[in-house]
């Protein structure tokens, strides 16, 4: 079974891990964040590969002028997290967010924050399903 062409590699998402806590990045600045300073011309290749990859599927975007290019995200972050959450509930809950949902509660371990962003989720989803029965 074959990838539609937006999923994301592990490797893909480190790059967009970095640019989504950026406004923009070189290759270089990547890689010193990933490869944790230790750049050198093997891990700015692979860098620039994985960029290329990004471009291709549409989810970075490249400013070109001066000496170097300059990519940042242009898949936002939520929608992304959106989307694979929904391919996962495709495949194992026949669509269903609910299960996922539920063990996600059941086995995290929440803090107070948490908890009280979830009640507050899940209040505003039930105030947008009533005005849409309205």
Not at 52 to 71: N, Q
Not at 99 to 124: G, Q, S
Request: positive net charge.
């Amino acid at each position: 079974m074959g990838r539609t062409p937006k999923d994301v590699t592990d490797a893909e998402l480190a790059v967009l891990r970095v640019l989504w806590g950026r406004e923009d990045a070189t290759v270089r600045d990547l890689a010193d964040e990933i490869y944790g300073g230790e750049s050198g011309a093997s891990s700015s290749a692979t860098v620039q590969k994985l960029l290329e990859r990004l471009l291709a599927k549409g989810l970075v975007a490249r400013r070109t002028g001066g000496r170097a290019h300059r990519y940042s995200a242009a898949a936002d972050r939520d929608a992304l997290i959106g989307r694979r959450l929904q391919e996962t509930a495709d495949k194992l809950c026949e669509g269903s967010l609910a299960p996922l949902l539920t063990h996600l509660v059941n086995e995290a371990r929440l803090d107070a924050d948490d908890i009280a962003a979830l009640e507050a989720f899940v209040e505003r989803a039930a105030k947008r399903r009533q005005k849409g029965r309205r």
